[in-house]
């Protein structure tokens, strides 16, 4: 058996619609609101989270955030300071005596450094994570949509449905708050 779709679907009769309509606090006619989806300038900024200096800032970061840095400082300081206390014998020449000013300059530098590496990696943490939000929410309005027009197929009361869906939206949120009874 074959079924022509209806192209000309009017959101302003469909009572599935209307619900989704809805859900912003609204019923406008509008389904979804336009700032819920990337700006041009976000789209462009997520389309360029690979680029050279974020690839460097990720290396940087995962450099410095293992045992192979922490013994390669170990192995820096000791020599530095077995050479500037006079340790090295004859090898030794001393150019930074205590209290090692120099050593503090360029280990305060190696910090300013790393801790902006770190938050540029961070910043392209949350730009990836803004991404998949986006894509959850997409995703979940798809499948609401879906789901009340298959429910409005069946011939569900949609209201009754969205009643006991905040029900239970109530029961989650005094749940999790934990004020309230947990079964």
């Not at 590496?117 to 961070?122: K, L, P």
Request: glycine share 8%.
């Amino acid at each position: 058996m074959e079924t022509e779709t209806d192209h000309s679907h009017d959101p302003a009769t469909c009572e599935a619609c209307r619900v989704i309509d809805r859900f912003d606090g609204v019923e406008d006619g509008q389904i979804g609101k336009t700032e819920h989806y990337l700006t041009k300038h976000e789209r462009w900024l997520t389309s360029k989270l690979m680029a050279a200096q974020d690839h460097a800032a990720d290396g940087i970061t995962t450099f410095a955030g293992s045992m192979k840095f922490v013994y390669l400082h170990i192995v820096w300081f000791g020599v530095w300071i077995a050479l500037n206390v006079g340790l090295m014998g004859t090898l030794g020449h001393p150019f930074d005596k205590f209290p090692f000013g120099l050593l503090t300059m360029i280990v305060s530098l190696e910090a300013i450094f790393l801790s902006t590496f770190v938050m540029v990696s961070q910043n392209r943490q949350a730009a990836r994570q803004d991404v998949r939000t986006q894509l959850d929410f997409e995703n979940n309005i798809r499948s609401e949509i879906w789901s009340i027009h298959i429910g409005e197929a069946l011939g569900l009361d949609l209201a009754h449905v969205e009643g006991v869906v905040q029900q239970a939206l109530d029961g989650a949120a005094i749940t999790m708050s934990g004020h309230g009874p947990t079964k």
